[in-house]
Structures are given as C-alpha cells and as structure tokens.
C-alpha cells in the first residue's frame, strides 16, 4: 500500500531563505509524486509532479522537486522564499485510483 | 474557462439534518472525487467515481452519500449519521487515461454543523 510521511507540520523561514519541505513515501510500486499548495479557505493547486521522467521535476512560482528512490524522498525545494508562498503544501502519491496525502506543512514566511 | 465549481462556499446546518454539497466540472473528465479536510489531517476520501453511474466508498465513506447520474456532477449527501461532520470538503476531477493520476481541485466548501 501506498503511504505518504511529511516531516514538519510547521516550518518557518525569513524571506529571502531556502525553503525546504520534506516528503518521504511508501509504494510497491513505480510512484506518480505531487506536491500540490493550498492558500487559506481555498482548493488545492498542483505545484508540480513526478511521473518518471527526470528525477529532478521543476514546477510553478520557482519551486522544484527531486526525486530519490534510493532515500524514497521527494523533498520540495525554493531557493529564495516569498512573503507569497506563505500557505499549506501536501506531498501526496497515487495509488493508482485516487492520491493518497500527507498530513500537509504549513510554511511561514517573516520579513 | 474550465475548471471545477463547489458550491455554496460556507453552509451551516443543524444537528440531525441531511445537507448536500455540490460539485460540478467542465474538464470532461471521466473520474470526481470527494475529500475531507481536517486541521492536522491532510486530506482523507471520502468517495470516487471513475464512470457515470458507478463509485466506490474511500477511507471514510461512513455517513455520507452520493450519486454520478452525469458525467459532470457528482453530488456529496452528509448524513445525520456522520457524528462530525464539520469540516472542509473538497472536490475533484480527473482524466482515467494517460496522466489520470493528476487530479484538479474545486475551492472547497466549509460546513459547519451546531
């Protein structure tokens, strides 16, 4: 069965800074990866995805994510954080008829 | 513009009451979805649909309900035999072929039950 563990219910970052999001998953099989950001009181918008092709995966508004079977990491990255990307993300993997999530990172971001 | 409508935004109901939530997409995408989002939860399922007429209970189908009589619309009933229902539920869609696995979102709607 397929599992998703994201490290961190919080993390904080002052603008400027990297940001790095941690995901680890589970899966029997070759896994579809997402990484999806959730602003408040609003639905979920994909950031970006794995579906085997390059290991290393970029997505919207300048974060990318890499993919290592060896470590089962998808951490999520962005080398300079925005006031902007204050917001929930999800990591979550496909089991094959639905996504299977984590329990969501919360970023801060202070000036 | 395509995309994925919930409506209403914000519901309130009454303890013992049955409340319908609606979703309905304009991606011609064969399969819907309903999740539940609680804080510190992520998100759980409820229900999918990969075909009209046919769905298949998620994590947590119990005291909830729904109907895919259109390709289109895929309907979530709370019961009153869900014992919490307040939360945010969330809807979506996706292709069943080629890059399936992607699901696209609707704003979510937030009921409160009292």
């Known amino acids: 069965a397929q599992s998703v563990t994201q490290l961190g219910s919080h993390v904080s970052v002052s603008e400027g800074a990297l940001v790095l999001l941690r995901c680890n998953y589970s899966?029997?099989?070759?896994?579809?990866l997402f990484w999806y950001v959730q602003y408040p009181n609003q639905g979920l918008q994909l950031l970006l995805k794995y579906t085997s092709a390059a290991t290393l995966v970029k997505g919207i508004n300048g974060f990318e994510a890499e993919f290592k079977k060896s470590e089962t990491s998808f951490h999520l990255t962005k080398p300079s954080a925005h006031m902007s990307d204050a917001a929930e993300y999800f990591c979550?993997?496909?089991?094959?008829?639905?996504?299977?999530f984590g329990k969501g990172t919360t970023l801060s971001v202070s000036s | 513009d395509g995309g994925i409508t919930q409506s209403p935004k914000y519901l309130f109901r009454k303890e013992g009451q049955n409340v319908t939530l609606s979703c309905e997409q304009n991606?011609?995408?064969?399969?819907m979805y309903w999740y539940r989002q609680d804080p510190g939860q992520g998100l759980r399922l409820i229900y999918y649909s990969q075909i009209v007429n046919d769905f298949q209970k998620g994590d947590i189908a119990e005291g909830y309900s729904v109907s895919r009589e259109k390709k289109e619309s895929f309907p979530l009933t709370v019961t009153s035999a869900q014992k919490n229902p307040t939360a945010f539920y969330l809807c979506?869609?996706?292709?069943?072929?080629?890059?399936?696995?992607?699901?696209?979102f609707g704003p979510g709607t937030r009921l409160t039950v009292t």
């Open positions: 979506a869609s996706s292709t069943t072929s080629g890059s399936r696995h992607e699901q696209y």
């Open positions: 991606l011609n995408h064969d399969a």
């Open positions: 979550a993997v496909s089991s094959g008829t639905a996504l299977i």
């Open positions: 899966s029997s099989v070759p896994p579809y």
